[in-house]
């Protein structure tokens, strides 16, 4: 097993070790991607939801050339050996020189001890316990086993979570047998034991908390920084809450700065007034979309009136068939239904042409025996397209390619068995 240094010392930047074994991991037009072992690291293997160090292994050769090798990822195996992925092969034997990737550590570590706080204040105030983190690249989440949190109680933990930073409680490593750690989770002192055998390594908060963990963290709350709590939605097993530790937590409260900001120069107002002025803004768009609805529902009548003088009753039949290029699928729906709806022995096919693929439109007014529904899916079954409705409104999504000669079939349908229904009507 490789022997891990972070264990004992998390700030521990740069270390000696030797290459214990290599091997080559993948190739890709003929780039490899190598493994290689160390017989001891300060690199943090991805596991328990934190991602992994990268960093970099320096080697020297006798003639005094020095082989850089840029450690892209570390993994660790059943076994407990820890693998370094890099693009350059180092030969076992060989000594390095390892460095660690500083900042993206220390950000791990402030949002993997900021996560252990933050999930400590929910325990104890809230009695919700944390069933998984993950800390991703811009953020880190926890899962709850809790219901729905109200907005000020998550207020109310970010300040308990940061009261305890400013506090700059100790953050100190110890390893303790398993049975001297079932102790203490039976005695309510430990939050959560892992499921593994041997010796257990707890992480403390002074006064606080105490939780089994295998990863890297700072060295008192203070290091944390800040923590900002950004959002919570609901998940399967409770609730996500989304947050932000360190330099993430300034570069978040910068960029919500700037965008707040800019939204308050644009609206001519002092920040504080953006609320309101998005609540007013809202306001106003509801009448004015009851407005719009009112002038679009006129020209649809006016509308209609016009392609029925255009549209002449010839056999029994008014067919009315029209494609548009301006007009969307809603306001095709609503000609259709004031067609149909103002005057007898009526048939429309309309299309909203307006974006591909289109939507066309098959309606009746209530005197034509004809269902809508039926005579669509039939016509369309030869196209390869789906559709359908009820007896007086039909409809379907059609490809530009396909439009012309739809209508022509569906036109020669209608025309087809509205003669038909007319020729068994006087025969009775």
């Excluded at 850089?68 to 370094?84: C, P």
Aim: proline residues 3%; aromatic residues 4%.
């Amino acid at each position: 097993m490789t022997e891990r240094l972070y264990y004992a010392d998390s700030f521990l930047r740069r270390f000696t070790a030797k290459v214990t074994d290599i091997r080559e991991a993948s190739r890709t037009d003929g780039v490899s991607i190598w493994q290689i072992a160390l017989d001891r690291t300060a690199f943090y293997p991805t596991s328990g939801g934190q991602p992994c160090d990268t960093g970099s292994l320096a080697a020297s050769s006798r003639g005094g050339a020095v082989l850089d090798a840029e450690v892209e990822s570390v993994e660790e195996d059943e076994q407990g050996t820890v693998w370094h992925f890099t693009r350059k092969p180092v030969t076992a034997g060989t000594g390095v020189e390892c460095e660690i990737d500083w900042p993206r550590r220390l950000d791990h570590m402030q949002q993997h001890t900021g996560q252990h706080l933050l999930s400590a204040v929910f325990a104890r105030e809230l009695d919700a316990p944390t069933v998984s983190f993950h800390l991703g690249e811009s953020v880190s989440t926890i899962d709850l086993a809790s219901g729905p949190i109200a907005h000020h109680s998550l207020e109310r933990m970010e300040r308990i979570a940061n009261e305890l930073i400013a506090e700059d409680r100790a953050v100190t490593v110890k390893v303790v047998e398993r049975a001297e750690a079932e102790a203490m989770l039976a005695d309510g002192r430990l939050r959560k034991l892992p499921a593994r055998d041997g010796r257990i390594r707890l992480i403390e908060i002074a006064d606080y908390d105490l939780n089994a963990c295998g990863g890297t963290h700072v060295r008192s709350t203070g290091q944390i920084g800040a923590l900002l709590v950004r959002g919570m939605e609901k998940v399967s097993r409770g609730v996500r809450v989304e947050f932000v530790c360190g330099m993430r937590a300034a570069k978040a409260a910068r960029h919500d700065f700037t965008v707040l900001g800019r939204a308050a120069a644009e609206l001519s107002i002092a920040s504080d007034g953006v609320p309101a002025a998005i609540e007013r803004m809202k306001q106003e768009r509801k009448l004015a979309e009851k407005e719009r609805q009112r002038l679009r529902a006129e020209v649809a009548s006016y509308h209609a009136v016009r392609l029925l003088v255009e549209e002449q009753i010839k056999g029994g039949l008014r067919l009315v068939r029209r494609s548009f290029d301006d007009r969307d699928a809603d306001y095709v729906r609503l000609l259709a239904q004031d067609l149909t709806a103002s005057v007898p022995r009526t048939v429309v096919l309309l299309a909203s042409e307006e974006q591909w693929p289109a939507r066309l439109v098959l309606a009746k007014s209530g005197d034509v025996n004809l269902h809508c529904g039926e005579l669509l899916r039939d016509v369309l079954t030869s196209y390869g397209l789906r559709g359908g409705g009820s007896t007086e409104f039909a409809q379907t999504d059609v490809p530009e390619e396909q439009m012309e000669a739809l209508l022509d079939d569906l036109e020669a349908a209608v025309s087809a068995r509205c003669r038909l229904s007319a020729g068994r009507a006087s025969s009775e």
